[in-house]
């Protein structure tokens, strides 16, 4: 594999908050919250997911914080 292809950035995944939505420090309702986002807000995902109290939560990025929130709220 050529030292370009391997210094290539890939594209950031990103999503968009449907509701007002909490980040949490862990994924599941009981989380410790880190903040509420806006509905509206971009986010970038980091590729990690969870499925914590019968719901999909995704480790995404917002502004500074990294943390977890519900993927049913998110675009």
Do not use: F
Not at 23 to 31: K, M
């Amino acid at each position: 594999i050529s030292s370009a292809y391997l210094s290539k950035k890939m594209p950031k995944l990103l999503y968009h908050t449907t509701d007002n939505l909490n980040l949490r420090q862990t994924p599941g309702v009981n989380g410790k919250l880190i903040v509420t986002m806006p509905k509206g807000s971009e986010l970038e995902a980091t590729g990690n997911t969870e499925t914590a109290d019968g719901i999909l939560w995704r480790n995404v990025i917002y502004k500074s914080n990294i943390g977890w929130c519900s993927a049913d709220y998110l675009a």
